[in-house]
């Protein structure tokens, strides 16, 4: 009402219109009316300014409209769980995330070579790093190093005077196979136990430190079973045991993105 006022004050002192007195209801009116650039010049900003909020808060307002913002996603607040084989060393990545992620704990679950692959589709982890080979359904997976395998025995076996070890060399020995083996090698010549397998690598790594026969491992599991009674040496024709990292199929959590960055050397800044 008061711009309506201003624009009728001025028309009426127009000196176009000649007397200040003269037919104020039509300047008046034309003033309102006719005069469009006048009124848009005087108001233009001010009711634009006014529509665009308006329209703003139809948009905000109206649900099921076409041009409803799309509410944004909450920032995952963890813990991100991070399934681990016994052997891998994930220390160095951990070392990251806590840098890069000081808000979000990263927790390890140690994980079983034969529980691997469940504990990442049944989601008792959010990824894992686990042992190659492994049942890729539904699945995906980096690979991101390879181990060497080493043969375990007594410490005084006749083995350890050779600073490494072929496969030739294993012939008439008994090579123990523990349960769920970390890596599979045949061994041509080889003497089969008379035991059953060991359940665990340690206790495969035990058996093989009393002198009765050698065990292949990644070298990772020989360093952490090490026992004083025990030995090993590298396997040089022997097959190379890879450590994968694996999460599910499908659109990929921004936790478990963030992870894969890492692995992947990724900076902080850097996109995919």
Same mark, same amino acid.
């Given at each position: 009402?008061a711009?309506s006022?201003a ?7 127009s000196?176009?219109?000649g007397?200040?007195g003269?037919?104020p209801?039509p300047?008046?009116?034309k003033?309102?009316?006719?005069k469009a650039?006048?009124g848009k010049?005087s108001?233009g ?5 006014r529509?665009s909020?308006?329209?703003g808060?139809t948009?905000?307002n *109206?649900?099921?409209?076409? *041009?409803? +913002?799309?509410a944004?996603?909450?920032a995952p607040t &963890?813990?991100?769980?991070l399934g681990? $084989?016994?052997g891998? =060393?994930p &220390?160095r990545?951990?070392? %990251?995330w806590k840098e890069?992620?000081?808000?979000i704990?990263?927790e390890l679950v140690?994980? !079983?070579i034969?529980? @691997?692959r469940?504990a990442v589709t049944?989601?008792? %982890?959010?990824?894992a790093l686990?042992r190659?080979p492994?049942d890729?359904?539904?699945? @995906?997976a $980096?690979t991101?190093y390879e181990? =060497?395998p080493v043969v375990?025995?007594?410490a005084?076996a006749?083995?350890?005077?050779? &600073?490494?070890?072929t496969?030739?060399?294993l012939? &008439? !020995?008994?090579v123990? #196979?523990? @349960?769920?083996?970390?890596?599979? #090698?045949? %061994?041509?010549g080889?003497? +089969?136990?008379?035991?059953d397998?060991?359940?665990? %690598?340690?206790?495969?790594?035990a058996?093989?430190a009393?002198g009765?026969g050698?065990? $292949?491992v990644?070298m *990772?599991l ?7 009674d025990?030995a090993?040496?590298p396997?040089?024709d022997?097959?190379?045991s +890879?450590?994968?990292?694996v999460?599910p ?8 993105d ?5 692995v992947r050397?990724?900076t902080?800044?850097?996109s995919?």
């Amino acid at each position: 009402m008061a711009a309506s006022g201003a624009r009728s004050g001025r028309s009426g002192t127009s000196p176009r219109r000649g007397s200040g007195g003269a037919k104020p209801r039509p300047a008046a009116g034309k003033a309102s009316s006719g005069k469009a650039s006048s009124g848009k010049a005087s108001s233009g900003k001010g009711s634009g300014a006014r529509a665009s909020g308006d329209r703003g808060a139809t948009r905000k307002n *109206s649900p099921g409209s076409g *041009s409803t +913002p799309t509410a944004r996603t909450p920032a995952p607040t &963890g813990p991100f769980r991070l399934g681990a $084989i016994e052997g891998a =060393t994930p &220390g160095r990545w951990i070392d %990251v995330w806590k840098e890069r992620m000081p808000g979000i704990p990263l927790e390890l679950v140690p994980l !079983e070579i034969s529980d @691997q692959r469940r504990a990442v589709t049944e989601a008792s %982890v959010d990824a894992a790093l686990v042992r190659l080979p492994i049942d890729r359904t539904g699945l @995906q997976a $980096i690979t991101l190093y390879e181990e =060497t395998p080493v043969v375990v025995c007594a410490a005084d076996a006749h083995l350890t005077a050779a &600073g490494e070890l072929t496969l030739a060399d294993l012939a &008439g !020995e008994v090579v123990i #196979v523990p @349960q769920n083996p970390p890596v599979t #090698v045949v %061994v041509d010549g080889a003497v +089969p136990p008379t035991f059953d397998a060991p359940a665990t %690598v340690a206790e495969a790594i035990a058996i093989a430190a009393t002198g009765v026969g050698v065990v $292949i491992v990644p070298m *990772s599991l020989a360093r952490l079973h090490h026992r004083k009674d025990a030995a090993y040496r590298p396997l040089v024709d022997g097959p190379l045991s +890879p450590v994968a990292l694996v999460w599910p199929d499908g659109e990929t959590p921004p936790l478990v993105d963030t992870f894969i960055g890492i692995v992947r050397g990724r900076t902080a800044n850097s996109s995919r």
